[in-house]
């Protein structure tokens, strides 16, 4: 993710976009200035408090150039093992996953996936985006893949599209069920698809639980109308391109 729209014309102090950016602190950005290492459009500024336009002007720090951006949004295609939350204690979190280069936006989780859940998770330091994505109101659709112990069939089909009551009483919203295939060894297996378009907790497990059945494989492959980049290793992430952005709903 390049540049976002409505903050070309708004001038900053060079340090601080420097710094925004990961190029060191203002002090160490001071001692660069000097000793005529950043460039703004061309020109050598020796005054790290100079006044500049980050999405407008070409700037460059000892030869290399700045990508300046107010907020990072990643996609990650989050392994098995690992929290999606900021810290832990005792286990890995998806921030731990996180190159340098990303971690220094201090980006979040965009909600969360259970520890042993794969598949797309996103994060960003924008937290009005995040709020647009996990607002209840927004009844943004998430759509999972899923290897359940059981016959998945019809009925279930049909009990999904009404909503199902969970282990607490809460009654679901309706939800898309899409059966896959069904291997009917000695032990019949399930491969489905599932949309819902609300994020309770351990949701997907607990409805199919509430028909007699077992979730022991899933994974999150679209959010709204991102989908997952299956190329993207297990543990691995990117920034969203604009067009992915535009998908989300986020102004870029």
């Known amino acids: 993710m390049a540049k976002t729209k409505g903050g070309e014309g708004k001038k900053q102090r060079l340090d601080k976009v420097l710094s925004h950016v990961g190029f060191g602190s203002r002090s160490e950005l001071r001692k660069q200035a000097k000793q005529g290492l950043i460039t703004v459009n061309g020109a050598v500024v020796k005054d790290s408090g100079a006044h500049v336009d980050p999405y407008v002007d070409k700037i460059e720090v000892a030869g290399e150039a700045v990508l300046y951006r107010e907020h990072i949004y990643l996609m990650m295609n989050k392994p098995p093992g690992v929290l999606s939350a900021t810290e832990d204690k005792r286990d890995?979190?998806?921030?731990?996953?996180l190159e340098e280069r990303y971690a220094m936006f201090e980006p979040f989780p965009v909600g969360r996936l259970d520890k042993d859940t794969v598949g797309l998770?996103?994060?960003?330091s924008d937290g009005k985006l995040a709020h647009e994505l996990l607002s209840p109101r927004k009844h943004v659709p998430k759509t999972y893949?899923?290897?359940?112990?059981?016959?998945?069939?019809?009925?279930?089909?049909?009990?999904?599209a009404e909503g199902v009551k969970l282990d607490d009483g809460y009654m679901t919203l309706p939800a898309q069920l899409v059966i896959l295939s069904r291997d009917r060894g000695k032990q019949v297996?399930?491969?489905?698809?599932?949309?819902i378009t609300e994020g309770k907790?351990?949701?997907v497990k607990r409805m199919f639980q509430a028909v007699g059945k077992k979730v022991v494989f899933l994974k999150r492959v679209s959010m709204g109308n991102l989908s997952?980049?299956?190329?993207?290793?297990?543990?691995?992430?990117?920034?969203l391109t604009e067009a992915e952005l535009k998908l989300l709903g986020a102004e870029i």
Do not use: K, M, N, Y
Not at 121 to 124: A, C, D, M, W, Y
Not at 145 to 160: I, S, Y
Not at 229 to 237: I, M, Q, R, V
């Open 189 to 195: 297996i399930s491969r489905i698809s599932l949309t």
């Open 92 to 97: 890995r979190t998806v921030l731990d996953l």
């Open 121 to 124: 998770l996103l994060l960003t």
């Open 145 to 160: 893949e899923a290897v359940v112990e059981g016959d998945v069939g019809p009925e279930d089909v049909a009990a999904f």
């Open 228 to 239: 997952l980049d299956e190329s993207l290793a297990e543990g691995a992430c990117r920034e």
């Open 201 to 203: 907790f351990h949701q």
